[in-house]
């Protein structure tokens, strides 16, 4: 059975317990611009990299709901280490949208790392017994400690159309530059990949619109179902990494608030009433946004229990008020980090690194709050979403 009650609680207990060494060890990660070795490993020991793998091959299944409950936890940690747990989490799960073949080849083991994005900066073209791939990507989140990627790639179709595919294949098949400098997520390690004349089997390529599209599939039971649309489940888990930073700040200024204000007669800034609103706002804030992501989360997993789909209103309305959630995150790391006084900027400290972190991010296409606020917008005024990203 798949991401048991016990399970899940033994999961999260161990990543709760490891948060302080995700923080402390969130300098050396950035300054190497990728995170810490002692992370990922401690994150592995926990089980966390065996939550988006199948339980038929010895992994632990995690649904959308108990993955976002590690997410808040590992970001509030480290804003990096969040980042690219998200990417490794989503795209274990994607590898289920591939042929079996593919599935046993990426799963073995029980675990998986997977990297990858979906703009399809490459060029796939048949040869005997798959595609020859060539191309290169930007940003590829977790590139530096991953065992497998997903690149989007353009088909060349003998009739000399282009049809849009996601292909996997072994991290060793690509280089990665050493191109990641950055003010925001530098420890993502986001490198650009890089394919040169790579042979991909056939069971390793799927037709990428409709991979956007999967969802529903056979009723399962309550909490088992694992058929998400990609996007939705993607907004859902990244959103999570954001809300975490923001709450990963609230405890780091909660922690420095009890000192004096300079150039006043404040001897506590805790007694100040602009820091009681300025607190009481980003914890009602992130408590906000906690309840937008857990009620779109819950939604996600209720349809696929069911074995349905999402209706395309329902992915408008999830875009919409899971980038809801990340400008109320994005808000309250402004304004706690705003608060903490000037000594804050030291690189030494972790808050200032949230701060950032959550100011970069959140640039990200799929996570900018206007955008999605948009697209939901659209549809609650009857119109259409104009985007296939749903």
Known sequence: ???????????????????????????????????????????????????GVPA?????????????????????????????????????WMIRLFPDEAQEEVYAGGTARVSGGF???GTLVPTEGGYLLNGTWRFTTGCRGADWNLAATNLQLPDGTVQQALTVLPIADLTLDDDWHTMAAAGTGSSTTVATDVFVPEHRVIDMAEAFATGGGAPTAPGQ?????????VMAEST?????????????????????????????????????IQVATAAAQIAAARGLLAAQAGLVQRRAD?????????????????????????EATHT?????????????????RFFRDVQGISMHAMMTP????????????GLDPNTPFL
């Open 225 to 233: 179902g694992r058929d998400y649309g990609l996007i939705s489940v």
């Open 119 to 121: 703009t399809p900066s």
């Open 306 to 330: 069911a074995g349905q789909s999402l209706t395309s209103q329902e992915r408008a309305e999830l875009r919409g008020q899971c980038g809801y959630a990340v400008q109320l995150a994005k």
């Open 336 to 352: 706690l980090f705003n608060a903490s006084g000037a000594s804050a900027i030291q690189r030494s400290l972790p808050i200032q």
């Open 1 to 51: 059975m798949a991401g048991t009650d016990t399970e899940a609680a033994s999961v999260l207990e161990a990543v709760r317990a490891i948060v302080p060494t995700l923080r402390e060890n969130g300098k050396d990660g950035e300054e190497r611009r990728w995170i810490s070795d002692e992370n990922v490993e401690l994150l592995d020991k926990a089980g966390v990299f065996r939550t």
């Open 56 to 92: 038929r091959f010895g992994g632990l299944e995690f649904s959308v709901p108990q993955q976002i409950d590690l997410l808040l936890e590992i970001a509030r940690g480290c804003g990096s280490t969040g980042w690219v747990s998200e990417g490794w989490i989503t795209g274990a």
């Open 240 to 276: 999570a990494t954001l809300i975490g930073m923001a709450q990963g700040t609230y405890e780091l200024f909660q922690e420095r608030v009890h000192r004096p204000i300079s150039y006043t007669t404040w001897q506590d800034q805790a007694e100040h009433p602009l820091t009681q």
């Open 370 to 381: 206007d955008a999605n606020l948009e697209v939901y917008g659209r549809v609650l005024l």
